[in-house]
């Protein structure tokens, strides 16, 4: 079958630095996708990767490595407004998106 | 407007009920999608349409029909509900199909009883 993996929940302090992983196994892989969803809100695009390495946005970062099925968001200068979810969603054979249950991020002062 | 939005915001239904969520994008975008996302589960993809005048089954179908008349409308349709579709629908919509960046409406918000 298929799974993404995220942890649950995670709490980091304002202005320290968070990683948060995610590990799939899918039919296929056609790329990898990271959105923010704030409580009661929709999820925003933050980023995708395809092949591995780091891309840098910013504050935000995300790693692929396609052998290991594994990627990471990480977030500096945590400010009290990246506290929402993360969603972790791949592309399989089919190119249709298969998504984690998220990340709650906790930002405490 | 500007973007996609969703009609109802929200809605109590009794079981039973006929109802369709509807969802409108201004953006030109060719590919546009239904989720629903439920606690403690990642959002669950129900249809899609990669172009107006096609659609297709996702992950979760049963229960659910839409349309595609046009490039700008994707109406979901609930034809007999049950409490199991108690959940929140995401409608969403892609430049063309494929692994191009989504963008959400702001969702509706179902309860059926």
């Known amino acids: 079958g298929q799974n993404i993996d995220q942890p649950t929940e995670m709490t980091a302090t304002e202005g320290a630095i968070v990683q948060i992983n995610c590990t799939y196994q899918?039919?296929?892989?056609?790329?990898l996708f990271w959105y923010q969803q704030h409580a009661g809100e929709a999820p925003t695009f933050l980023s995708y990767n395809v092949l591995d390495g780091l891309e840098e946005k910013g504050r935000f970062s995300s790693f692929l490595s396609r052998s290991k099925g594994y990627s990471y968001l990480l977030l500096k200068e945590l400010q009290m407004k990246d506290s929402a979810s993360y969603l972790c969603a791949v592309g399989d054979s089919n190119y249709q998106l298969i998504w984690g249950a998220g990340t709650k991020l906790i930002i405490k002062p | 407007i500007a973007g996609i939005t969703q009609a109802p915001t929200s809605q109590i239904l009794a079981a039973g009920r006929r109802m369709t969520l509807r969802c409108t994008q201004d953006m030109r975008h060719n590919a546009m999608y239904w989720y629903r996302q439920d606690l403690g589960l990642g959002l669950r993809l129900i249809h899609y349409?990669?172009?107006?005048?096609?659609?297709g089954k996702g992950e979760v179908p049963d229960g659910y029909s839409v349309s595609r008349a046009n490039t700008d409308d994707f109406p979901l349709t609930l034809a007999s509900a049950v409490p199991s579709q108690t959940s929140v629908y995401f409608c969403a919509s892609s430049v063309v199909a494929g692994m191009e960046t989504q963008y959400f409406g702001p969702g509706t918000r179902l309860l059926v009883l």
């Open positions: 349409s990669n172009t107006a005048g096609t659609t």
């Open positions: 899918t039919s296929g892989f056609n790329g």
